[in-house]
């Protein structure tokens, strides 16, 4: 049985930072793409950042390029997200996804597992 449990999240203010941590069980993580994922009340979820299955291929949403830090550790079976600079507009609850392809890709549809999710909020 594949499994995300995701870790981290919180309430900070404006400007702080936080790190969200996911490890992936039950599959061979190194072999597939993986990404963060966000949604906020009343929106769709959107793509945060993504990675290939070796992590030298990145994507980033525009609103968080420069802030935020995608990074995988194969042997932990683990993905990072490192979020800094934070903004109100970055409050929703945030995913992790495994893939199912090699390659990172924008659309969520090809990420067959999800984690549990977690609350992130930035006060102003």
């Known amino acids: 049985q594949v499994q995300l449990q995701q870790s981290g999240g919180g309430l900070v203010p404006a400007g702080g930072s936080l790190r969200l941590s996911c490890v992936v069980s039950?599959?061979?993580?190194?072999?597939?793409?993986a990404g963060w994922f966000r949604q906020a009340p009343g929106k769709e979820r959107e793509l945060v950042a993504v990675?290939?299955?070796?992590?030298?291929?990145?994507h980033y949403a525009d609103s968080v390029k420069g802030r935020f830090i995608i990074s995988r550790d194969n042997a932990k079976n683990t993905l990072y997200l490192q979020m800094d600079s934070l903004k109100p507009e970055d409050t929703a609850v945030y995913y992790c996804?495994?893939?199912?392809?090699?390659?990172?890709?924008?659309?969520?549809?090809?990420?067959?597992?999800w984690g549990q999710g977690t609350q992130v909020t930035v006060s102003s």
């Open positions: 990675l290939n299955r070796s992590g030298s291929s990145l």
């Open positions: 039950g599959r061979i993580f190194r072999n597939y793409a």
């Open positions: 996804a495994s893939s199912n392809f090699a390659s990172a890709t924008m659309e969520t549809r090809h990420y067959a597992y």
